[in-house]
Structure formats: C-alpha cells, structure tokens
C-alpha cells in the first residue's frame, strides 16, 4: 500500500452552521452544504434533518446499517429525487430547481453499488461517454463530420487515454467493457465519472465485492483522485478499514438520521455509533 495512507490525522474545523470541514479547506466555501435536509414516501420519513459540510479537498465518508438511508442521500445529491425539506448548496449554489443532468454538469458526479456500463462498448468509448458536458461540435458538425467533429473526437480520444493512463488502464482502450474482470470494470465507472470532469465525486459502495488486494489499490486510487484532480469525495462503504483508512470525515447515518458526526477515530470510539453500528457488525 502506499504512502498516502500514512498522514497526519486532518483536524475537522467548524463552518457556519451546525457543519464541520478540514482545516485545509477553511479558507474556501465547502464544495457542498446541506441544510436540514429531509425527504418523506409516502408519509414515511426516510431522511430527516442531514446536515453534512465537504471541504474541496476532503475525502468523506457516509456510513451506517444497512436500510439508514445512504443510497437515498446520494439520490437527493444528484436529484434522482426531490428533497421533501432543507436545501442543497453545491459551490454556493442553490440546486432546488436542478435536474440530475443540470446537476451532474454542475460538478457532482456519482458511480453506483450495481457497476453501470456499456458493456458492448469500448473501454474508450465509455469513457468518452462522460465527456457529453464538454463536447465542443454541434449536431451538425457531428452528422457530417466537419472539421470540428475531428478535432473534438481528437481531443476526445487524446483526455479518455490520459485518464485511462492514470489508473494504468489505458492498454485496455479497446478491450469491451464487458470483458474486463469486475475490479477493472469498478475502476472503469470511475474513471468514466471524473469525465464529467466533477467538483464532487460520489462514490456508492466502491469496494463492494473486492478482495482485500483490489481493495487496498482502490484506497491508492481514492487518494490519487483527489491530490490529482483537487476534488472532494463522498463515499459509502461498509468496508471500515478503507473508510478509516482514507475518510477525514465521516457522518454516521442510522434510520435516516445522523446520529455521529466526526474524525475516524472520534467515530471509533463514539459509543452511540458502536452500539447503533460497529458493536452490531462484530457481532453478526
């Protein structure tokens, strides 16, 4: 593993409002604020009153049982669903009247528990798929193939390859994304992500079906995003040791409420959260 896990401990510093972001970031707005936020099916509450600051550098964690309502925050982010209650501030911005592709184009992107690709396409051609935000050619351009469809495919080709060197995956341009061995394919969906060229990063259950070895490069890679891109990073895990491993903050969700909010080690020894969580899991 390599030496990117073995840093300082971050200091968490409060931000106006009941939130809390690394130190490192105080003297920039949090990347994303939300406010009291709450969703309600049907006269059930399956969210209620999240609050949660990101720092523009800070890798974050949400964790909690199984049914405590991660999915559906990360479904309220990306307005796959509509907050019943509370506001979304992305960069500053209010998102209330966005749709998932208005706030995908402004900077939060997400991958999924279940991996997501064009199987039948390749590897390359998924990854170009994420660059839709920033095709630079008209429909025109596109059907008759002028001048500037062939250098926004150049271009195109030239940014997938380069994203696809960085996680030493670019011999496998022309492989079908079907082909590739399930830890490949999670990287893929990444990488397909940060073309959409995101502020904010979601990732929902990255590790899930990783060995231990899959798991440990992914850890690397968390980090490598986040020092090469200069972006922030929210994911769901159930995998502890990758979340204590590389999380700076994490906020524990139980029956859609936050019930513990902190450093890992704070979150470690946090009675309430052994109790709701981590005693649970060791037990079962």
Known sequence: ???????????????PNPNKIPERDIDKAPILECRHLGIDFGGLTAVKDFNMAI??????????PNGAGKTTVFNLLTKVYQPTRGTILLDGVDT?????????????????????????????????????????????????RLPNY???EKV???????????FDMDYMARYTAGSLPYG???????????ATNPSLLLLDEPAAGM????????????VKIRDTFGIAILLIEHDMSLVMGICEGIAVLNFGQIIAKGTPDEIKNDPVVIEAYLGKRKEG
């Open 1 to 15: 593993m390599s030496n990117h896990l073995h840093r300082e401990p971050t200091r968490l510093v409060p931000v």
């Open 55 to 64: 720092g523009r550098t800070e890798i974050a964690g949400l964790i909690g």
């Open 96 to 144: 209330n009247n966005m749709n998932t592709v208005q706030v995908n184009k402004a900077g939060i992107a997400r991958t999924f528990q279940n991996i997501r690709l064009f199987n039948n396409l390749t590897v390359e051609d998924n990854v170009k798929l994420g660059f839709h935000n920033h095709i630079g050619y008209g429909m025109w351009s596109g059907i008759f």
């Open 150 to 152: 062939w250098k926004s």
């Open 156 to 166: 195109a080709h030239e940014r997938a390859m380069e994203l696809l060197s960085i």
């Open 184 to 194: 490949a394919q999670r990287k893929l969906e990444i990488v397909r992500a940060l």
């Open 211 to 222: 060995n231990p070895s899959e798991t440990a490069e992914l850890m690397d890679n968390i």
